[in-house]
């Protein structure tokens, strides 16, 4: 589904999302102060404008409150970030994300009005870190209230020529297998008879504690 973008700061992280959204076919406005800036995303925009957040009479031009999502990307200039985020509500924008430097930054954005405050730098470190402490936890994703989705790979030779049925994953480790992807399938909702080989991934979902569990069994039987 296409929606609206605008973006505001183009430094590393909001050129990196400008990127990834205009990829995804997704329309997007970038703005930043910065008149180099702005003239290198011309062309990978939808729009590019030349124009200063903390500039209320700027901010109205612009029809921001049209856009479904308006993301503050601006860097170290924490009060720029935070004048600019109150501004947006002011102006009746409705969803607004905003990236913080700090937790009192993150603290501040959240109670001027920030809709989702984002903190790109920690939740990497976050993810890399459950990287490194769950190996064959390949993909994570919280999904809120204690439960999770993962992608799990079978190392374990415990499942090797196993159906889900034999493993009865919902009853032994309280998951529910969602797919099984192997280098040459890929199973949306499979059936109780559907054989699991070593190297296959399985994608899980339940509470986050019964995933990191089923990891941890996959990673140290062999």
């Known amino acids: 589904m296409k929606q609206t973008y605008a973006i505001i700061g183009l430094g590393r992280f909001g050129s990196s999302l400008l990127e990834s959204l205009i990829d995804a076919d997704q ?3 970038a703005i930043d102060k910065d008149p ?3 003239e ?4 990978i925009a939808t729009h590019a404008v030349i124009a200063d957040a903390q500039d209320e009479d700027a901010l ?3 029809d ?3 856009f479904d999502h308006v993301v503050v990307a601006i860097g170290h200039n924490q009060q720029a970030s935070i004048l600019t985020t109150i501004l947006l509500k002011d102006n009746g924008v409705r969803h607004v994300i905003a990236k913080a430097e700090t937790n009192l930054h993150a603290r501040v954005l959240d109670k001027v009005g920030a809709d989702q405050v984002v903190r790109p730098e920690n939740e990497m470190a976050h993810r890399l870190a459950e990287q490194l402490m769950t190996p064959n936890l390949l993909n994570f994703i919280d999904l809120g209230d204690k439960y999770s989705l993962g992608e799990i790979k079978i190392v374990s030779l415990r499942f090797a020529n196993k159906t889900i049925e034999d493993i009865d994953i919902r009853k032994t480790y309280g998951l529910n297998i969602i797919a099984i992807r192997s280098e040459d399938r890929v199973i949306i909702t499979p059936e109780p008879d559907e054989l699991i080989q070593v190297g296959d991934v399985l994608t899980v979902a339940g509470e986050t504690k019964d995933v990191k569990r089923f990891e941890s ?3 140290k039987i062999r």
Do not use: G, H, P
């Open 40 to 43: 290198s995303y011309m062309d």
């Open 217 to 219: 069994l996959v990673a």
């Open 36 to 38: 180099t800036l702005v």
């Open 27 to 29: 329309e997007v406005l």
């Open 64 to 66: 921001l409150a049209s």
């Open 60 to 62: 109205r031009d612009l």
